[in-house]
């Protein structure tokens, strides 16, 4: 294939994306702009009033950021609002929601006047879709996915909530084969996991090893922005330490379950104390994988992921949204959150990823901000923990390399992303983007058309 004098390096993976809430969250009531919970409830009254009367459909918005606000709200403000039609509002950290009343009767949970939070919001979760909204169509994972590989993406891991296997087996067949999926269960599908005698790096049935079995997903505390995150130090607003969403035995019986099922395992840390706590049921169990997130190290957990040979699974675009919260809650702590620098420095394997749809699923959005530690021209935000370009990619292509007997996984670029600025890498688009060497994205090339597989 004549590449033109363009830039080729492994495809991307995006190593965190809860895909099927990725591909729900265009249709969804942006709330990103907003700052207040009055700017909300305006936004949401507007979005009713929009609607044509009787009736009306529920509205499921997402984004806001409550953790940056100066108040807790109430179910009854929402309910002031917008009562007659069931309303669910995803905080951006999908860590809880903000419902109203008929939502929370919709979905079968108990009525109150606050927010549903960490575990009960997790096994709600799913069922805002099912119930509230069209679950996603293949045509939506097609869009996303065609979109992934417009940005060079040749591989992500699944961590939608709630989701069997067979619903990836059923898609992929409906035409959602354009990216390596690594389908990865909690441990709600664990039974069913062992029911299918699969193991990690399995293919799924009826599909070939672009659709494989990644780790069981353990999320062993909370947030930042939901304050839920556990630490050592208590957060400067709420006087709490966050909290574990297990006590240590049942961490470790959890992770000993996946060992036994032949499972990796990815366990959600991103409080320190939750993240000591997290590998030392990682050595006592023996089992391998990663700390997802990994926003809050310590020297020691750092040298304990590198001994235990874990991978930390970080999204550095989090710390767009995170780092005036993190000054403000997490103070003096800060040059302990997102330390990329160290872990690297320390002999970790580090996997970047989006955890869309908390960030967009962009891994070049991913790699400037793991590179720049801000938006193009901000100051950047505790640079010494900045890691370069080259290394950030290192960490975005699941270990592969551009060499003969590796898999046919490649992205095509017209610009070095070794010599570009932030703005440059945020802009980056592929040329060309191959999985297992089918071309999964292409875009004409000045002089060759539109190029296709064996060309
Ligand atoms: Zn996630």
New binding site residues.
Partial sequence: MECDGRWLIPGLWDA?V?LGQWALAARRLDLSQTSSPEEVLAMVARERSSRPAPGGRPIVGMGHRAGTWARQVTVAELDAACGEVPVALINSD?HHGWLNTTALDALGLARRDTIVAEAEWFAAYPLVAERLEDPPKAADYQKVLGEAAARGIAGLVD?EFGAPWSDWAKRWHEGCDLLRIRWSPYRDQLDSVRAAGLRSGACLPGADDRLSVGSLKIISDGSLGTRTAWCYQPYADTGGFGAPNQSDVELAGLLAEGRRAGLSVATHAIGDRALDTALKAYAATGAHGSI?HAQMTTGHSIAEMARLGLTASVQPAHLLDDHDTIDQVWGGQADRCFTLRSLRDHGVKVALGS?AP?APLDPWLTIATAVHRGLPGDEPWHPEQAISTAEAIAASVDGRRIAVGQPGDVALFDFDPLTSDAAGLRAMRAALTCVAGRVVHSEPLPGLGRMSAGS
Avoid: A, R
């Fill in positions: 965190h809860h999908c961590f997802e955890d908390v």
